[in-house]
């Protein structure tokens, strides 16, 4: 009899609990639990975008200038350059192991209902050999130009994104935008007038214009995949995910890397990498130094772009990249006494131009959305009187 009293009267105070939990409201509930969550989002925001933006600028200007380096001390395998651009991606796999944690990916998911993995895997495929394509062209181009003209090249991909972009994503252009594709246009049709004398010990007329067409191929195909790449997390991936940054990331270098590696064998340039790296003038341990750190660094690169993109957008990815391409030419001014010329300078200058061009639009739209919210709120609280 004491024992059962004693149940009845635990299951009386279980009732009581619930009822006094039932009177609560669901809504202040989530209050408390989102007290400071509108601080914290924002305080996230910034270190996400901060980090993500160091990625992109260390690590192409690392990578172009570790690139010109091969090239430079007598590198000469365009499937090995090729391949350096994709094959680090195993550097990652401790990464996407950590982010398997659900509260990492439960602070940026976007709760849709999620692809099916055979569309996946075709998302991956594709892209992946897309990208594969894309540094063999970038190759050819760092190794028949000087890397400040291979640069300054590499800045119309600014237009052919926004190009891109207005057909896949729905970009506006306005009159900034239209002048920072103008400027950044020009800046790269002028290094085809190129004609000075430092260059042309090492770097022929016909290099040239292999050099320049490869790499402005390149830039056009890179602007295209990451309008694509938006597209993908907006319409197929359908989550905006740390993990799902780094899956895009691996797999898609891992099928470029399988089909680079094909390339290399098919074309038997792997039979003079063993010769290659013992006449490497720098020795063969800064040969093997220079290929490990080109694949970290650019996978750097490719995780703070995917990042950007589902932060942002793909042309505002696009802009840090091209805010980080001066970087390349002036350490390779520095440490490689690559000859900057008064075209190039000038080049440099209207490729600076235009990014400041688009740069004043984005802060154009960040006053506008602001004013749209204050205006919102003046008539929330105006209603909210009146009633």
């Known amino acids: 009899m004491l024992a059962m009293g004693i149940t009845n009267q635990e299951l009386r105070q279980e009732k009581n609990d619930l009822k006094s939990e039932a009177e609560i409201p669901p809504e202040s509930a989530e209050n408390n639990k989102k007290i400071s969550l509108p601080w914290l989002e924002k305080y996230q925001w910034w270190i996400y975008m901060v980090v ?98 291979y640069t300054l090249i590499c800045a119309s991909q600014l237009g052919f994104n926004a190009l891109f972009s207005y057909f896949l994503n729905g970009q506006k252009f306005t009159p900034y935008i239209v002048n920072s594709l103008v400027l950044l246009t020009i800046s790269s049709v002028l290094l085809v007038f190129q004609t000075d004398s430092g260059d042309s010990s090492k770097y022929s007329r016909n290099k040239f214009v292999i050099g320049f067409l490869s790499t402005l191929g390149a830039s056009a195909g890179y602007g295209l995949v990451l309008p694509l790449t938006q597209l993908a997390f907006q319409k197929i991936i359908k989550k905006e995910t740390l993990r799902a940054v780094l899956d895009m990331t691996i797999y898609q270098c891992a099928v470029a890397t399988f089909v680079i590696v094909i390339g290399l064998f098919a074309s038997g340039e792997w039979k003079t990498l063993n010769k290659e790296m013992n006449e490497y003038k720098l020795g063969k341990v800064s040969y093997i130094m220079n290929l490990f750190w080109t694949a970290v660094a650019w996978q750097a690169f490719g995780v703070g772009c995917i990042g950007l993109i589902f932060k942002i957008s793909s042309l505002f990815s696009n802009v840090i990249s091209i805010f980080g391409l001066p970087l390349a030419p002036i350490m390779s001014v520095i440490f490689l006494q690559d000859k900057l010329t008064g075209l190039k300078a000038i080049s440099m200058i209207l490729a600076l131009w235009g990014f400041v061009s688009y740069m004043y639009q984005h802060y154009l739209d960040d006053l506008e959305m602001k004013q749209r919210h204050e205006t919102s709120d003046v008539e929330e609280v105006s209603v909210t009187e009146r009633a």
């Open 52 to 149: 993500y933006s160091l990625f992109v600028l260390a690590g192409q200007s690392v990578g172009t200038l570790l690139g010109g380096v091969y090239f430079d001390k007598g590198g000469k395998s365009k499937w090995m350059a090729t391949f350096v651009q994709v094959a680090g991606f195993p550097v990652l796999l401790p990464f996407q192991w950590f982010a398997k944690d659900k509260k990492i990916d439960s602070e940026l998911a976007i709760t849709r209902k999620p692809s099916y993995p055979l569309i996946l895997s075709l998302v991956y495929l594709c892209t992946g050999i897309f990208v594969a394509g894309d540094c063999m062209l970038y190759s050819i181009g760092l190794q028949n130009l000087p890397i400040t003209t």
